[in-house]
């Protein structure tokens, strides 16, 4: 009998759009002669649907509409109650697949609700979400393996700013400021001085309540897909975001065609394996499993590679540089969706 795979995709996230042509991909990428499957979107307000049209229509942000039927996530039997006029379907579910970006889906929370579920679920626990998706956070936890990071300071306010401005004027302008639990570059300004600064945390305050301000470092952006199942790592060969704008802002990264990405760029000697062990070593400080990519700046004046951030769902879209870096490692994308399910159903590393 096959097992029964709930990929949850959208969510109550400013990349809700991101999931959506994320799920696609791997909707696309799941064996179906294994595994039955069954997609739950859940919409900016929330709600939670079963869905059961073309998988398009959710890589196209269609899936809204009438034929919908709400869903309940049961912890006790777990199962979906699919709920009608006055009556309920179950149907079981042996393993989730969030596929599930930023707030509410990558940052801990829904992984808590699997396991009070007591249900398999691909990707990363609640701790290592919880911690990866705060940048501050992560900052400290590297900041005990020794790996070069830029120098930064940390808000929870505008009046804050004030407050360390001599922390702050140790810092070299340009300097970044950046929501400290939001993905895919949402909450993200670049500031080139001291008198914008307020007015950039004012905006950061939008999307959460701890803000980073970081030195802004001027190089090559790097990143280093991870990909782990029980006592085996593979980093692959890190690859170039080679962004048309000032920094790789989300208009950059889903809108702009002038962006692209380079899966095998030319890289001076050892820096490549550098920076396969430090995202492996990052990997594991935060406890991650399963999957995350993780980004690194090859700075242009010193030659460094400094570490930026780790994002434990990255992005399966159709330019995402998580699913081609493994392809180039010689891993298929159908091939790493199907071995993501299979080590969340054997309870590897769990």
């Keep these: 009998m096959k097992k029964q795979v709930c990929v949850i995709f959208g969510g109550a996230s400013s990349e809700n759009v991101v999931s959506c042509r994320s799920a696609y991909t791997i909707l696309s990428s799941i064996d179906t002669e294994l595994y039955d499957v069954l997609a739950v979107g859940i919409t900016m307000e929330g709600q939670w649907y079963l869905y059961e049209g073309a998988w398009e229509n959710i890589r196209d942000n269609l899936?809204?509409?009438?034929?919908?039927?709400?869903?309940?996530?049961?912890?006790?039997?777990?199962?979906?109650?699919?709920?009608?006029?006055?009556?309920?379907?179950?149907?079981?579910?042996?393993?989730?697949?969030?596929?599930?970006?930023?707030?509410?889906?990558?940052?801990?929370?829904?992984?808590?609700?699997?396991?009070?579920?007591?249900?398999?679920?691909?990707?990363?626990g609640v701790l290592s979400s919880a911690v990866s998706m705060d940048k501050v956070y992560t900052k400290m936890i590297v900041d005990t393996l020794g790996v070069t990071q830029a120098p930064y300071v940390y808000v929870q306010s505008a009046q804050e700013v004030e407050e360390l401005k001599d922390k702050i004027y140790a810092l070299r302008f340009p300097v970044f400021v950046k929501a400290?639990?939001?993905?895919?570059?949402?909450?993200?300004?670049?500031?080139?001085?001291?008198?914008?600064?307020?007015?950039?945390?004012?905006?950061?305050?939008?999307?959460?309540?701890?803000?980073?301000?970081?030195e802004g470092i001027v190089g090559r952006e790097i990143e280093c897909a991870v990909f782990q199942s029980g006592?085996?790592?593979?980093?692959?060969?890190?690859?170039?975001?080679?962004?048309?704008?000032?920094?790789?802002?989300?208009?950059?990264?889903?809108?702009?065609p002038q962006s692209y990405t380079e899966v095998q760029p030319d890289l001076p000697e050892g820096v490549a394996e550098e920076i396969r062990e430090a995202a492996v070593a990052i990997f594991k400080q935060l406890d991650c499993r399963s999957l995350s990519r993780v980004d690194f700046f090859l700075e242009e004046d010193t030659g460094r590679v400094i570490f930026n951030e780790i994002n434990t769902l990255p992005g399966f879209t159709s330019i995402s540089m998580y699913p081609m870096m493994m392809q180039q490692a010689g891993i298929e994308i159908k091939t790493l969706v199907n071995r993501f399910i299979a080590d969340a159903l054997d309870g590897i590393k769990r």
Excluded: M
Excluded at 184 to 206: F, T
């Design 231 to 256: 006592d085996e790592y593979i980093a692959s060969y890190p690859g170039e975001i080679l962004a048309d704008d000032t920094f790789y802002s989300f208009d950059a990264k889903y809108n702009n």
């Design 180 to 214: 400290s639990r939001s993905g895919s570059s949402k909450g993200v300004y670049k500031v080139d001085n001291y008198g914008h600064l307020k007015a950039a945390v004012a905006e950061a305050l939008h999307y959460d309540s701890k803000v980073l301000i970081e």
């Design 63 to 124: 899936w809204i509409g009438a034929g919908n039927r709400p869903v309940v996530l049961s912890a006790a039997k777990k199962c979906l109650y699919v709920l009608g006029d006055g009556t309920y379907e179950t149907l079981p579910v042996d393993v989730v697949f969030p596929v599930l970006h930023g707030k509410n889906g990558e940052d801990g929370t829904i992984q808590g609700l699997f396991e009070l579920a007591k249900l398999p679920y691909v990707g990363c």
